[in-house]
């Protein structure tokens, strides 16, 4: 009898053996092979939402054909206790993902990065509609946050009416859960950093930061060209020097954007002489604050221009100025560029890639000034 149950014993103990070696064998199978023999590397992208079951992600992932069984990854989970670390995000899978490696994903916590690029120069109504085309959230949403002065102060430390100027052009990298007070928050952290490098390499010491970051805001403005920034960099300071107008277009179209919210390229002679704080017909020197938001090279340009005489500069109608020392010079210039068709005739500044400059004339006629024109963390 004895024996009989030795027997039985071993029996059942090959038994039990045998039956968790086959379940080891089929989980070892599960969990380091992909779902898809031979799957594309075509990108599936799921959305783990909070607070949702461990259960209807597996199902999920089942239907999805990422996985072969939400019953054996739901057992796998619970053995290696990856249940609970599951997190909330955006994510990115390919069939040729092992059960293993879906885990990882999703336990991660690292959303699909998306990019988010914004060019020097760019005013914040300009990158507010850019924010909202590219689906991150509204562009009244932005700019709300942009003028926030509670907001402002804190990003800032000091008292300034937005965080134009500030928002520095560069490419983002945001995922779906970053939100539009982290992403600017991102963009002036990184201002930051790189004006704190770029004024090392000062040779004006008569500007205050703030006045610094303004000039180099219509610098970026009014030229597409990158050789020419120390240039229009000495125009405006040869002008301040001897306290004569600024008279540069950008800062109108600027006075009106912060009006109507929206940026018009267009200027009338009517603009010329409306008495705004932008208006740099009319007031003297540099305007309240930046007209839009400056890059490396611009800020460099604002602390360190070209030592020129330069007094006046002309669009040459495609991309690049003519400058003067003169009126007189100047207004040949206007001449031969502004006021000869042929000179202007299948030429745009607006044709041209990465050219920011004003086209040179107001009304037909030519103006008498200086330029008539990082990774977020959720």
Same mark, same amino acid.
Not at 32 to 43: M, T
Not at 73 to 98: D, L, V
Not at 132 to 159: H, I
Not at 203 to 231: C, D, F, H, W, Y
């Given at each position: ?13 090959? !038994? ?45 992932? =089942? ?9 054996? !990854?739901?057992?796998?989970?619970? &053995? ?16 040729? /993902? ?27 109504? =300009? ?11 509204? %562009? ?33 990298? +945001? ?8 992403? +600017?928050?991102? /963009?002036?952290?990184?201002?930051? &950093? ?23 805001? +219509? ?6 060209? %990158? ?14 020097? +001897? ?9 109108? &179209? ?36 930046? &007209? ?13 221009? %070209? ?59 030519? %103006? ?11």
């Amino acid at each position: 009898m004895k024996k009989n149950q030795k027997v039985l014993s071993v029996a059942v103990t090959l !038994f039990l053996i045998s039956v968790f070696g086959f379940l080891g064998f089929i989980g070892y199978n599960f969990v380091n092979q992909p779902a898809q023999q031979n799957a594309s590397d075509q990108v599936v992208i799921y959305e783990v939402l909070p607070q949702t079951s461990f259960l209807k992600i597996a199902e999920d992932l =089942e239907r999805k054909g990422l996985i072969k069984s939400k019953t054996l !990854f739901n057992a796998y989970a619970r &053995i290696t206790g990856q249940r609970a670390k599951i997190k909330a995000g955006e994510y990115g899978f390919k069939a040729s /993902m092992k059960p293993s490696e879906v885990m990882q994903v999703l336990t991660s916590g690292k959303s699909i990065a998306r990019l988010f690029t914004v060019s020097e120069g760019l005013n914040v109504f =300009e990158i507010a509609s850019l924010y909202e085309n590219a689906g991150f959230g509204t %562009a009244e949403q932005f700019t709300k946050l942009v003028f926030d002065q509670q907001f402002v102060k804190k990003l800032l430390g000091f008292d300034a009416k937005s965080l134009e100027g500030y928002l520095y052009p560069e490419t983002y990298q +945001i995922t779906k859960f970053t939100s539009t007070k982290d992403l +600017i928050t991102a /963009m002036v952290r990184r201002f930051f &950093i790189v004006f704190e490098e770029t004024q090392k390499q000062t040779v004006v010491t008569n500007l205050t930061p703030q006045q610094v970051v303004t000039l180099a805001s +219509i610098i970026e403005k009014e030229t597409g060209a %990158a050789q020419e920034r120390t240039m229009i960099s000495a125009v405006f300071h040869n002008r301040m020097a +001897i306290k004569m107008k600024l008279q540069t277009d950008p800062t109108i &179209i600027y006075g009106k954007a912060l009006k109507t919210g929206n940026t018009e390229i267009n200027i009338t002679r009517a603009d010329l002489s409306e008495p705004t704080p932008y208006n740099t017909y009319v007031i003297p020197g540099l305007p309240p604050g930046p &007209i839009s938001n400056p890059g490396r090279e611009a800020l460099i340009a604002a602390v360190r221009p %070209a030592p020129v005489k330069y007094l006046y500069f002309v669009s040459h109608n495609d991309g690049t100025h003519a400058f003067s020392e003169t009126y007189a010079q100047h207004e040949a210039a206007v001449k031969q560029f502004q006021l000869n068709r042929k000179a202007r005739e299948g030429k745009s500044w607006r044709d041209l890639k990465n050219t920011k400059s004003t086209e040179g004339t107001v009304s037909g006629e030519p %103006a008498h000034g200086a330029g008539t024109a990082t990774k977020i963390k959720n």
